[in-house]
Nanobody
Framework: VQLQASGGVLLQAGDSLTLSCAASGRGFANYGMGWFRQAPGKEREFVATIGWIGLIDFYSDSVKGRFTISRDKVKNTVYLQMDSLKPEDTAVYYC???????????????????WGQGTQVTVSS
């Protein structure tokens, strides 16, 4: 099972970027998906999650109103649309699949069993 995240680049404050995460090896249609990030010297933190149906999303306070998570079950892919980027958004971004099916609003990293390799997003001021 692999989660392949892509889209990381060097950006300027105020820019927009969409990260994508394609799953292979198995389907995650019945599993919630999440995005986390880890900045240098900091612990991995929750960013956003979308429930197994794809109708319920939830965000950290730091990105609410700026980031949007979505999923395409046919393509087995989850996306993170990031708008109005700030330097403090600089981090390695990871996608992940819930450990258990049929859940929504899962924010703890311990509850995710499958992780992508991470993609670097750097936002300059």
């Amino acid at each position: 099972v692999q989660l392949q995240a892509s889209g990381g680049v060097l950006l300027q404050a105020g820019d927009s970027l969409t990260l994508s995460c394609a799953a292979s090896g198995r389907g995650f249609a019945n599993y919630g998906m999440g995005w986390f990030r880890q900045a240098p010297g900091k612990e991995r933190e929750f960013v956003a999650t979308i429930g197994w149906i794809g109708l319920i999303d939830f965000y950290s306070d730091s990105v609410k109103g700026r980031f949007t998570i979505s999923r395409d079950k046919v393509k087995n892919t989850v996306y993170l649309q990031m708008d109005s980027l700030k330097p403090e958004d600089t981090a390695v971004y990871y996608c992940a699949a819930d450990r258990h099916p049929y859940r929504n609003k899962v924010t703890s990293a311990d509850e995710y069993a499958y992780w992508g390799q991470g993609t670097q997003v750097t936002v300059s001021s």
